[in-house]
């Protein structure tokens, strides 16, 4: 998939968009599936309940990963983002219903580098808790 936004198309303060993202508890045993992670405090109230949690968690990676979907969406390939990280700064705790937990994403370009390469600041939020601090990605566009 090409890259759809090209670098002369942003500014520093450009606005990559404000999503929620649902997170459900069948989200969380897909990515324990896939990532091999079965730590029951991702599927299990009781043993969360033991561990002194609030509730079952969603993966940290998970989120992580859920939050850079807007980055991907934005830019149009995900092999555009060349560099991701976070800092993880407060758990995402999933009901079991159909709602699940929402995860809000706004991004902001922060940075523009030189070869055409911008650094997108991601706010990501559960429940008015920023869930991931520092999040930042670097972007490689046309």
Do not use: C
């Not at 069948?26 to 309940?49: K, Q, T």
């Not at 990963?65 to 995900?78: E, I, K, N, Q, S």
């Amino acid at each position: 998939m090409p890259t759809t936004v090209t670098y002369d198309a942003v500014d520093v303060g450009t606005e990559i968009g404000d999503r929620v993202f649902p997170l459900r508890r069948a989200d969380l045993v897909r990515y324990a599936g896939a990532s091999g992670d079965f730590n029951p405090i991702h599927w299990n109230e009781r043993v969360a309940a033991e561990a002194g949690l609030p509730g079952v968690l969603a993966h940290g990676m998970l989120t992580m990963a859920t939050a850079g979907r807007l980055v991907t969406d934005w830019v149009g390939d995900p092999a555009a983002v060349v560099e991701y990280g976070v800092k993880f700064s407060s758990p995402v705790v999933v009901p079991d219903d159909d709602e699940g937990a929402q995860i809000s994403v706004r991004g902001v370009v922060e940075k523009k580098l030189d070869g055409g390469r911008v650094v997108v600041n991601l706010t990501v939020r559960h429940e008015g808790a920023k869930v991931l601090m520092a999040a930042r990605a670097t972007v490689q566009l046309a």
